[in-house]
């Protein structure tokens, strides 16, 4: 990164059970903010392999912070 200043703004929206999981990763790594915290996450997730690209059939909805298979992550209806 360059330098310590943010020119960009990025906004998102988010589910409470999405929130809820950043803020509990934030504090278990005791983050200052929600946006280090979101920031690091963010940098985790780019530096991992990934295989293949988005189906272009997909919608911005298709993809959240939590998924339905795993039941630890079961979605509130």
């Given at each position: 990164?360059?330098?310590?200043t943010r020119e960009t703004r990025l906004q998102?929206?988010?589910?409470?059970?999405?929130?809820?999981?950043i803020d509990t990763w934030r504090f278990d790594?005791?983050?200052?903010?929600?946006?280090?915290?979101?920031r690091r996450l963010l940098q985790i997730a780019?530096?991992?392999?990934?295989?293949?690209?988005?189906?272009?059939?997909?919608?911005?909805?298709?993809?959240?912070?939590?998924?339905?298979?795993?039941?630890?992550?079961?979605?509130?209806?």
């Amino acid at each position: 990164m360059s330098g310590l200043t943010r020119e960009t703004r990025l906004q998102i929206m988010l589910d409470d059970d999405e929130l809820e999981k950043i803020d509990t990763w934030r504090f278990d790594q005791r983050m200052p903010s929600r946006a280090a915290a979101i920031r690091r996450l963010l940098q985790i997730a780019l530096d991992i392999e990934t295989k293949g690209t988005a189906d272009p059939l997909q919608r911005s909805t298709d993809f959240g912070v939590l998924t339905d298979d795993d039941p630890k992550n079961k979605r509130r209806r």
